[in-house]
């Protein structure tokens, strides 16, 4: 490329990162989110067709995640390529149209996010929260109960973790009402859309990966 061509394209580039006012800076000098976006934006100096991206916003705070996540979304929509690998499920729905899950380097799903989500779990999900001393015994209850559904693929699911209960329904509230219905009493009760986060831990377990 030419001085004159660089010139032009790195004006470009930072104002694609936002970065133009820090155009004199120097690189040490910038926060981590700027110099995430320095790094992208470095990156399509030659104008690319495809980016690979490992991790883009791990370590960022949210602002910063949503600028990239949003100059990585104008990207897509100038026709470039983003391959990338993500630990944070919001990301991947944000950002991917076509995923894969990989659980000890074994793909185990793939498809698009709303794909994934409605063939692994439920429309909702309904998250219980009980006192300490009733937590066991309440998600016995539900477990032992009609709302636990037949085990089917993608029927009624519930599922105790150590502070919650989870209930995977197609209709969060009649199944808040099925709970109410049961004699239990939740300390506070949150019906929500699924989400990729969901599909994944389904998928690949609670466990910690070291």
Avoid at 191 to 198: F, G, I, Q
């Amino acid at each position: 490329m030419s001085r004159a061509a660089i010139r032009q394209r790195s004006e470009e580039l930072l104002a694609f990162a936002r970065l133009e006012e820090k155009a004199d800076s120097a690189v040490e000098s910038l926060s981590g989110g700027m110099r995430r976006r320095l790094t992208i934006a470095r990156s399509l100096i030659n104008t690319p067709e495809m980016v690979l991206l490992d991790e883009p916003t791990t370590g960022l705070d949210p602002q910063a995640r949503h600028v990239l996540w949003d100059r990585l979304y104008r990207l897509k929509q100038d026709g470039v390529t983003l391959l990338l690998t993500t630990h944070y499920m919001e990301e991947a729905e944000q950002l991917c149209d076509r995923l894969l899950v990989v659980d000890h380097g074994r793909i185990v799903a793939e498809g698009s996010p709303q794909d994934l989500i409605g063939r692994h779990v439920t429309r909702e999900v309904l998250e219980l929260r009980f006192p300490l001393d009733l937590a066991e015994a309440s998600a016995a209850k539900l477990r032992g109960s009609a709302l636990a559904g037949d085990g089917s693929e993608n029927g009624p699911r519930v599922e105790p973790l150590p502070d919650r209960v989870l209930v995977y329904a197609e209709e969060g509230e009649a199944a808040l009402a099925a709970v109410h219905g049961l004699g239990l009493v939740p300390l506070t009760a949150l019906v929500r859309r699924a989400t990729l986060e969901d599909v994944f831990l389904k998928l690949t377990g609670r466990s910690l990966i070291e």
